[in-house]
C-alpha cells in the first residue's frame, strides 16, 4: 500500500520546537520531490516548504524562512520539518505530499498527488 504517514505533531509554546516527520510506505522517496503543506481552520491550504530529489534544493514559504527546516533521509524514507521559534499564527494541520512517480524534478515542476493524512500543530500558551 503506497502512503504517506506523518508524526510529530502537538501542543507548543510560543518560541518553543517541533520535529515533523513524513516516512513513505510502499514507495521510496529517492527521485521524488516532498512538499510540507499546512492548512489552518477557515483558511486555504499553503505551501510550507519543498525538497527536491535533485541537488537536494530546498525551497521555503517567507513566513517560515530562518525557522523552519526541510531535510531528506532516502534511507529510511523519511523526510522531516524542524520547526523553531514557533508562533500563535503557526497552528494548523500539516501535511506531506509526494509526486505518484519518481520524476527527478524540481518542485516548482511536480505535481503532488500522494499525501499523507496530516498531523495537527497548535502553538498556544
Known amino acids: 500500500q503506497v502512503q504517506l504517514v506523518e508524526s510529530g505533531g502537538g501542543l507548543v509554546q510560543p518560541g518553543g520546537s517541533l520535529r515533523l516527520s513524513c516516512t513513505a510506505s510502499g514507495f521510496t522517496l529517492d527521485y521524488r520531490a516532498v512538499g510540507w503543506f499546512r492548512q489552518a481552520p477557515g483558511k486555504e491550504r499553503e505551501v510550507v516548504s519543498c525538497i527536491s530529489s535533485t541537488h537536494g534544493s530546498l525551497a521555503y514559504a517567507d513566513f517560515v524562512k530562518g525557522r523552519f527546516t526541510i531535510s531528506k533521509d532516502n534511507a529510511k524514507k523519511t523526510v522531516y520539518l524542524q520547526m523553531n521559534s514557533l508562533k500563535p499564527e503557526d497552528t494548523a494541520v500539516y501535511y506531506c505530499?509526494?509526486?505518484?512517480?519518481?520524476?527527478?524534478?524540481?518542485?516548482?515542476?511536480?505535481?503532488?498527488?500522494?499525501w499523507g493524512q496530516g498531523t495537527q500543530v497548535t502553538v498556544s500558551s
Open positions: 505530499a509526494t509526486e505518484d512517480e519518481a520524476t527527478g524534478w524540481s518542485c516548482l515542476a511536480v505535481t503532488f498527488a500522494t
